[in-house]
């Protein structure tokens, strides 16, 4: 395991898994960088910064992962942080406005596949390594 001042590479001990897991918050990170632009571009900078904080949180789990860097702990802290996004983005998008779950659309569906998917990749990742 890598300790707080070894930060190498150690993709060797990496799994499908774990490269699965990667994909899928590389996935919503990348969708949360560009909402957050988006957003920040468009006057919003409450939900622009959120966007942008939240993505790049995702991008910094990743290299957490890749260095192994505590990694149950990453699995652990990963599955609230993932599952607060999902409900989030239903309360602010659907709960308080009233608009039906038929009007999401197709970048609000990839975000949360990939999210309801990397949950179940990091619960199976923390009861394999813990």
Known sequence: MATATDSRVATESLSGLHWAGAA???V???IHLVL???SLLGGD???GVAFLLAGIAFLVA???LVI???RPVLYAVGVPFTAVQILA???LNYGSTGRSL?????IEIADKLAQVLLIVVLVVLYRREA
Do not use: E, H, I, P
């Open 24 to 26: 899928l918050a590389v």
């Open 28 to 30: 919503s990170g990348v």
């Open 36 to 38: 957050g632009a988006v």
């Open 45 to 47: 900078v409450g939900f």
């Open 62 to 64: 990743v290299g957490l």
């Open 68 to 70: 192994d860097y505590r």
């Open 89 to 91: 983005w239903y309360w």
């Open 102 to 106: 038929g009007s999401v659309g197709g």
